[in-house]
Every structure is written in C-alpha cells, then in structure tokens.
C-alpha cells in the first residue's frame, strides 16, 4: 500500500486530504493568528454526497493541520456551502464564558428545499452546535444558496450575500445578530449567464498603487468557471463599475470554481481560495483515495487597465517557504525546442521570454511522446494551455473535449512573463504579474517529469528562468 501523500497524482504543496471527496471552499476566517479553511466533504466516500464541512487550520496558508469535522450532515439535510464569522461583539449571542464565538453560515440542502442555517462554536472551532432556531433564512426555493456574511463597519451590520442561482442573481441581506435577516438589495443577472450562479463572494480589495484605497469586488461562480465584478458597495447596493458586456473571468483555466477569500486578513489584502476540479467531470478524476484540491492562495489586488478594473492574483508570498533547489537560466535562443537539464513534477518555475512570431512556450511533464504545453502565440497574443498529450483522459470525454485553455495576454514591452506552479496534477499559470491566471488539471505518468523550451517558427528567446523544487508541505 502507497503511503499517504505519496500516492500518484498527488499534489505536494497544494491543499488535499488524506482520503475521501472535497469540493467547494467554505467558511474561510482567519481569528486569532489561525486560518481556518472548511470545506464541502463527504466523509463516506470518494465521490460527491452526504454533504458536510470539513475543517483544517494553518498559520500560513500553506502547512495545515486536518481537524474532526465540523458541521455534519444530520436528518437528511446536508450542509452545503457558506462562511464564518468571528462574532467579536457577541451580537448573536452564542458566546458562553465570554468567548469570542466562531459562527457559520451555511446552507441546509435537500432535493426540495434550500434554507440558510447558523452553526457556533466557541471552542476556537473544535466543536460545533447547531443552532436550535434554525433555518433563519427560508423562501421556500429549491435553489438559493451559498451565504457569505460579513461585518460592515460602517452601517454597523452584517451583510450577506446569497445566490439565486437560477435567476442568475446575488441577493445581499442585512442583519444586527446573524438571526434576523432583511433583504435589502439584488444584483444581476450580468456577464456570464450560461450557468446557474453559486457561491457570491463581496469584499473590498486594494487598489494596485494606491495605498489605503480599496474597491469593492463581487465574485460569482457559474458551473464550471468563475467571474468577477468590481465597484462599489453602499451598504446597501452593489454596483458595477466595469463594462457591462464584458465578461471578466477569475481564471482562464478549466479547474478552478466556488473560490472564495479570507477577508480579515492581518494586512487587508484578501485572499482567495478555490477548488480545483469541474463540475463536468469532478466525480470521475482518476485520484484515490481522495478526490479534490485547493488552488493555491491568491493575494487579491485591482488596478484600472484601458479603463477597466482588473483583478490581479498573485501566490501569496510565503510560498517562497517552499523552495528549495534553485537552477538558473539566462538568454537561452530556442528555435525548436530546448531540454532543460532538471526533472521534476513539483516545481515552481519563473520565466521570462520575448516571443516574436509564431508559437513559443515551455513544455512540462515531458517524456516518452507525452506532454503538457504551456504556449503563446505571437499573432494574436494568446497564451494557452493543452493537455492533449499528457497520460491520462478517458475517465471522462468531457475532460478530452475541455484540452485547450486561451486567453489574451497582451506583451509588456515586448515580454511575456510566466509563473509556473506545477505540482503532479495541477499545474497553475501566472502571466505577467498576475494579470491573467490558468488553473488546469493533468494526469501524468511520474515518470514523464521533464521540462523543455521550445519555439515553433522562428527563434525566440527565453531571457531568464528561475526554477525551485518545492518541499512538499506534508
Ligand atoms: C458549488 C456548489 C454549491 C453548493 C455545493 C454543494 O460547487 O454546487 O453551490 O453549496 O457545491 O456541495
């Protein structure tokens, strides 16, 4: 039997659990020096059912530390997904002893009714108790779900922001003590309407440059990727800033849904984090004994480019923790392709070219016919992704028909910068600080672990490239 965290396909340095299935992000609140990270998990089994929230805690976002699970799945009504709040001023009343409570909003799920449901806990999140009053949000619909709550200081209320996902719309509710809740606005439908929409996320991020500014950043998820909005929020009324006909996706990639951001974080930055798997094949990805992983955390910003608001994701920076052996290259001319003299599927690679004409990029899991391409193409600057020639891809045709990722990635100054995070089945893309990023899943033989340049039609240089093994986190 294969050791745990040892078994093929997994991942090193992104979040998993040692068995069983996970989905969405829940419940992300950082109290008292401790990040908490819930999430939707089956404890039965190794595909999606009996829904209940998980629990791990880390100081860095990085090393966790897995927990006895939290909110269980009781009477037939699952616990699907929500958030946490540390209830400083005991507004709802659940301290005992004058702690400070621990509370989650979450959704209580069956095949007919979807409610909004209060758990506490005043054990740091040890323990969980639902609360006896439960549901405290009902409109008897079947789908309305996924509530994320927090605290606005300046109206002095919580705020939670709660999908419609068939209408295609985020309600925002208001309330003084988690209890009692008042719908005081609705935003959409807007952008990406193909699916239904699930898991809002409203949070103030701060604008790039500007110390202290901060602009108000509304995610929504709809089935198989993500978007995003940004503007302002009155306390009342969301309001979008950008252009309403464009649709601003959170990830280019097809692997990465329902994120949602730790809010409070010691320096106001928030920072996401996502599932990395699709709905159109999730249940079938060729892992065992678990099924699911976590994205890395993103440190969001915002910054105004051709007058639109875009949102910037970086790694946050302590995954620089994670490094350990360092090669170095520099001016590197490829006019086919280039083998760089390091194996490995666990790295993190910084990489600067300056493609020119035709097609350009860096090959990863390379070996015996078989690899992944992370590639751009001059003409249209298009960055992309395939993973048509990497091992594993019939457990789902979906997953085959879904091989080729793209998105725009205009040069600066001529350069296109990747920041490779690779790590056995997961691979994540940041082009040019952050600006664009590609979440994508790939199922590899182990022994297909080498890297390449390479440059179809003409010589392209590849100015400098950084490349860390990583330690393994577990
Ligand atoms: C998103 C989602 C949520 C729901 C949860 C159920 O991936 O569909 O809308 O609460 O998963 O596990």
Not at 237 to 251: M, S
Not at 363 to 387: E, P
């Amino acid at each position: 039997q294969t050791k745990l965290y040892q078994e093929t396909y997994r991942p090193q340095y992104h979040f998993t659990t040692p068995q069983n299935w996970i989905n969405d992000p829940n419940g992300l609140v950082y109290a008292n020096g401790v990040y908490h990270l819930f999430y939707q998990s089956n404890p039965f089994g190794n595909v999606w059912g009996h829904m209940t929230w998980g629990h791990a805690t880390s100081k860095d976002l990085l090393h966790w530390q897995h927990l006895p699970i939290a909110i269980t799945e009781e009477n037939g009504i699952m616990a699907f997904s929500g958030s946490a709040v540390l209830d400083v001023k005991n507004t709802s009343g659940f301290s005992v002893n004058g702690a400070q409570p621990l509370v989650a909003i979450y959704t209580g799920h069956t095949d007919t009714l979807q409610t909004q449901n209060l758990a506490f806990s005043n054990d740091k999140g040890l323990t969980w108790t639902k609360f006896k009053g439960n549901p405290v949000l009902n409109y008897h619909k079947k789908d309305f779900r996924d509530p994320n709550v927090f605290w606005n200081q300046h109206k002095q209320q919580w705020i939670m922001a709660l999908s419609f996902p068939n209408e295609h719309q985020v309600g925002f509710f208001a309330s003084k003590n988690l209890q009692q809740w008042q719908q005081i606005s609705r935003f959409g439908p807007l952008g990406d309407t193909s699916g239904v929409w699930e898991c809002p996320d409203l949070m103030q991020v701060p604008i790039q440059g500007q110390s202290g500014k901060y602009k108000w950043v509304l995610f929504t998820s709809q089935n198989a990727t993500m978007q995003y909005f940004v503007g302002e929020f009155d306390g009342t009324h969301f309001t979008n800033e950008n252009p309403a006909t464009t649709i601003f996706k959170q990830d280019y990639g097809t692997e990465y849904y329902a994120a949602v951001a730790y809010h409070n974080t010691p320096s106001k930055q928030p920072v996401a984090i996502g599932w990395v798997n699709n709905w159109y094949y999730a249940n079938d990805i060729p892992t065992t004994p678990w099924k699911g992983a976590m994205a890395l955390p993103r440190k969001l910003s915002v910054k105004k480019v051709n007058n639109q608001w875009q949102l910037i994701q970086q790694p946050i920076d302590n995954i620089k923790t994670l490094r350990s052996a360092l090669s170095s290259f520099a001016n590197i001319m490829v006019s086919n392709s280039y083998e760089l003299p390091v194996k490995s599927q666990v790295f993190e690679m910084d990489c600067i070219m300056q493609p020119t004409s035709g097609e350009a990029g860096v090959k990863i899991a390379v070996g015996n016919g078989h690899y992944f391409t992370i590639g751009y193409d001059a003409a249209t600057q298009t960055l992309f992704t395939d993973r048509t020639n990497v091992g594993t891809t019939s457990f789902n045709k979906n997953f085959d028909s879904l091989a080729i990722c793209r998105a725009k990635v205009p040069l600066v100054n001529g350069k296109l910068q990747l920041h490779i995070f690779y790590d056995k089945s997961i691979v994540e893309i940041y082009a040019n600080d952050g600006s664009v990023v590609f979440t994508v899943q790939l199922f590899p033989d182990e022994t297909n672990n080498g890297i390449e340049l390479y440059s179809n039609g003409g010589t392209t240089i590849f100015q400098s490239e950084h490349l860390w093994k990583m330690n393994s986190v577990w």
